[in-house]
């Protein structure tokens, strides 16, 4: 039992952070980029049902910029309310980032 108790802990501490970007216009992935705004979004069981407004509008957060990214991630905060619900309360963390080179154009 013990074994198998080192074996799931081992698994659920070396398990990494989902994180996917979304490059909308010219922006490279390479380029620098500087977070703008970042917004919490709930889901209930493993995402599947949306909590809330969850359709967030990128004009809200990054106002007329036309090259910026998007960047969705399960942060280690996400992830453990995750697992101390088991899975009934996902919720991910939606950051936008814009290019350091257009910071001051709005």
Do not use: W
């Given at each position: 039992m013990k074994k198998f108790l080192l074996i799931a802990l081992l698994c659920v501490g070396l398990t990494s952070c989902y994180t996917s970007r979304t490059?909308?216009?010219?922006?490279?992935?390479?380029?620098?980029?500087?977070?703008?705004?970042?917004?919490?979004v709930h889901h209930l069981i493993g995402g599947?049902?949306?909590?809330?407004?969850n359709k967030l509008d990128d004009s809200n957060y990054i106002g007329d910029r036309k090259n910026y990214v998007v960047?969705?991630?399960?942060?280690?905060?996400?992830?453990?309310l995750s697992i101390i619900t088991f899975g009934i309360?996902?919720?991910t963390t939606v950051t936008f980032e814009v290019p350091i080179d257009e910071v001051n154009v709005k």
């Amino acid at each position: 039992m013990k074994k198998f108790l080192l074996i799931a802990l081992l698994c659920v501490g070396l398990t990494s952070c989902y994180t996917s970007r979304t490059y909308v216009g010219d922006t490279k992935p390479n380029d620098p980029t500087i977070k703008v705004n970042q917004e919490q979004v709930h889901h209930l069981i493993g995402g599947l049902i949306p909590v809330g407004n969850n359709k967030l509008d990128d004009s809200n957060y990054i106002g007329d910029r036309k090259n910026y990214v998007v960047k969705n991630q399960v942060t280690f905060l996400d992830g453990f309310l995750s697992i101390i619900t088991f899975g009934i309360y996902t919720p991910t963390t939606v950051t936008f980032e814009v290019p350091i080179d257009e910071v001051n154009v709005k």
